[in-house]
C-alpha cells in the first residue's frame, strides 16, 4: 500500500526477501545463481518507463502491455493518471490517453481485446487525501485509444483484483470503508474492512452481480486464470495498509462455472503482496513484492511458478532489481516486469520509484 511519514533506513529496507521456506519436497529448484533462472533463460533489460512509478496496474492487449495509473507523491498528492503503451516490435513506450478519474490500486483485466479498469483510490478534491475509494468502472479501447464509462461497481474498493474468464470479469477483494466512513479516504488509523467480495461484471449486457465470496479476505493479491479457473494468490490480510496488515501465502481456486470454491491450494513458498503475475503454459508466474511483518520490512526478488495440475510451486530464482508496486504481464513468450519501488512501502521517497524494464523468456 502507499507509504506513510515513516522514516526507514533505506540500507535495512533494500534488503532481500528469503526464497522460500525450504524442506517442502514441492520440487523447488535449489543452487540457482542470484537474478537468474534455470535452463539457461536470462533476464533481458528493455527500454525503461520513461515516469518511474509505483502500484500500477496492468494488462496485456493485441500483443502490447498497457500500464494505468500509479502512485501519488505524497499521502494528498493528485494521482497521475497516466496510461502507458509498450511495443514489443519497437521496444517502445507511448503515453496515451489519461484515465477519466484519475486512480491508483486499481482492478484491470483484459477481455475480448478490451481492456477494464474497476475502482482504486482518487483525491476528491484538490489537496486532500487521495485514499478514497471509488466504485467506477471503465472500457479502454487500446485501437482507439478511447474510454467509455460503465455501470458501477456494487462497491467502492481499492486494491481488488479483476480477473477475466468465460467473457466476464470478476473483481475480487481489495478494501473500502464501512458504511458510516462512505466517501471518506483510508487511513492506516482509521476503522476499514478487506474484502470478502467477488462480483462480476458482464460486459454483453453492462451488469453486475454478486458471487460466492471469497474464503480468506484480502488485498493486493495475485491473481491467474487457467482452464477457466481463477486463482488468488497471497496478498494482504487485517487491513489494507503494509504497517498494521499481514501478508500471506495462502492460494484459492475459483470455478466460474460453479460459482464454488476449491480446497486450499499449495502455499505459496514467498508470502508477499503488491507484485506481479503472468500465465504462460498453464502456469502461474509470480514475481516481486513485499512483505511486512514484526520482524522483518523487504521488498522481494522472490520469482516462482505455480502449476494448478500438479497443485505445486516451483522456485525460478531471482529477479534483477527487487521490488514491490510494480507492473507487468506475457507477451508472447515473455514476461516483462516494470517499475516499481526499491524499497519496502512506508519509507525512501519518490526518488526510490525505479524505471527499470526487465523481461525473461519463459519455457
Excluded: C
Excluded at 111 to 116: A, D, E, Q
Amino acid at each position: 500500500m502507499k507509504r506513510t511519514i515513516f522514516v526507514m533506513i533505506v540500507a535495512a529496507a533494500v534488503g532481500v526477501a528469503a526464497q522460500g521456506r525450504g524442506g517442502r519436497g514441492d520440487g523447488q529448484i535449489q543452487g540457482i545463481a542470484p537474478g537468474q533462472p534455470p535452463g539457461g533463460a536470462r533476464w533481458t533489460r528493455l527500454a525503461p518507463i520513461p515516469e518511474p512509478n509505483e502500484e500500477r496496474n496492468s494488462a496485456v492487449a493485441g500483443g502490447k502491455l498497457y500500464l494505468f495509473g500509479g502512485n501519488p507523491v505524497g499521502m494528498t498528492g493528485t494521482p497521475p493518471g497516466a496510461v502507458w503503451e509498450y511495443d514489443p516490435a519497437g521496444d517502445k513506450w507511448t503515453k496515451k490517453k489519461n484515465m477519466p478519474l484519475a486512480a491508483h490500486h486499481v482492478a484491470v483485466a483484459e477481455n475480448g481485446g478490451k481492456i477494464y479498469v474497476f475502482g482504486g483510490g482518487v483525491q476528491k478534491q484538490a489537496g486532500g487525501p487521495s485514499y478514497v475509494p471509488a466504485n467506477n468502472a471503465w472500457e479502454y479501447d487500446p485501437a482507439a485509444d478511447a474510454w467509455k464509462a460503465l455501470a458501477a461497481m456494487p462497491t467502492a474498493r481499492l486494491a481488488a483484483v479483476a480477473a477475466a474468464a468465460g467473457g466476464k470479469i470478476y473483481v475480487m477483494g481489495g478494501a473500502g470503508n464501512y458504511r458510516a466512513r462512505d466517501g471518506q479516504p483510508l487511513q492506516p488509523n482509521q476503522p476499514h474492512r478487506v474484502f470478502d467480495l467477488n462480483e462480476v461484471y458482464d460486459p454483453a449486457t453492462n451488469t453486475w452481480a454478486s458471487k460466492q465470496v471469497l474464503p480468506t479476505p484480502r488485498s493486493a493479491m495475485f491473481a491467474g486464470v487457467v482452464n477457466g479457473k481463477i486463482y488468488l494468490i497471497g496478498g494482504r490480510v487485517g487491513t489494507a495498509f503494509a504497517t498494521t496488515g499481514s501478508v500471506t501465502d495462502i492460494v484459492e481456486e475459483y470455478d466460474p462455472a460453479t460459482d464454488k470454491w476449491g480446497f486450499l491450494k499449495d502455499r505459496m513458498p514467498t508470502p508477499r503482496d503488491e507484485g506481479v503475475a503472468g500465465v504462460f503454459n498453464n502456469r502461474i508466474y509470480v514475481a516481486g513484492g513485499e512483505s511486512i511483518t514484526a520482524l522483518n520490512n523487504s521488498v522481494s526478488r522472490a520469482f516462482e511458478a505455480y502449476d494448478p495440475a500438479s497443485n505445486s510451486w516451483q522456485s525460478l530464482g531471482n529477479m534483477p532489481l527487487a521490488r514491490y508496486g510494480l507492473a507487468g504481464g506475457v507477451i508472447g513468450n515473455r514476461l516483462h516486469i516494470v517499475g516499481g519501488h526499491i524499497t519496502a512501502a512506508f519509507g525512501g521517497g519518490e526518488p526510490l520509484n525505479t524505471p527499470q524494464h526487465d523481461a525473461l523468456e519463459l519455457r
